[in-house]
């Protein structure tokens, strides 16, 4: 299994561009989520999911969006960079309220 | 909403010596804590985690506490060894969504 993939690795991208994180997992795991890591700070959910075709909203979701059409894959869209969105994204997903098995991480930085 | 703080921010021990880190949380309905270790440049990796219908596990070196009534948690390591540095980070969660609220970060450090 290769557990929770993330791509890409590491973006730079524009004030007001648009891009998104990709994030799949093979372990069968119906819940999935997105955090944001900022310098020394602790992770902050972003949206989450409990099954494909359903989403909420985590603590930090302005400026984000999300979609979970199947089971496997569950990508994070930045629609207009702005420097706030600096961060590292991981994304996590387990089987329901359980150990939460977190990707490699995605470095974005808005200039 | 919930809210997670840990202490402290960093610790350094010696080699061989214990290191206790220990979170408090705001939401009294909180029912899921774990225990995080994140290595440099990689995603966070549970070590061990407690449910509120027990007050303490241990696995091995890792050991974790739980008092409700002051809702406190806290992390034990004994015997650290200088693999053990890295941060960790505590959290809670409540209800079935799985929706993690985390502490700060602890940054250990084991001087060989």
């Known amino acids: 299994n290769a557990g929770v993939t993330q791509t890409p690795k590491f973006r730079i991208l524009k004030i007001g561009q648009s891009m998104t994180l990709q994030c799949a997992q093979d372990m069968n795991h119906n819940y999935m989520y997105w955090y944001r890591q900022d310098p020394g700070m602790g992770l902050k959910l972003i949206y989450y999911s409990v099954g494909a075709g359903i989403t909420d909203k985590g603590e930090v979701p302005n400026g984000y969006n999300v979609s979970r059409s199947t089971t496997e894959d569950f990508p994070l869209r930045l629609e207009l960079a702005a420097p706030s969105q600096t961060s590292v994204y991981f994304c996590?997903?387990?089987?329901?309220?359980?150990?939460?098995?977190f990707g490699p991480g995605t470095r974005l930085t808005v200039l | 909403g919930e809210n997670v703080e840990q202490h402290p921010s960093t610790l350094s021990v010696q080699e061989g010596d214990s290191a206790v880190i220990k979170c408090t949380y705001s939401d009294s309905a909180s029912n899921y804590f774990p225990w995080y270790k994140q290595e440099l440049g990689k995603g966070p990796q549970l070590i061990i985690d407690i449910r509120s219908n027990v007050g303490e596990k241990k696995d091995q070196r890792i050991a974790v506490t739980l008092n409700k009534t002051a809702k406190h948690f806290s992390l034990h390591i004994t015997e650290t060894q200088p693999e053990d540095s890295a941060v960790y980070f505590c959290a809670a969660s409540k209800s079935n969504t799985g929706k993690l609220i985390f502490g700060q970060g602890t940054t250990l450090q084991v001087k060989p």
């Open positions: 996590a997903s387990s089987y329901s309220n359980n150990e939460q098995f």
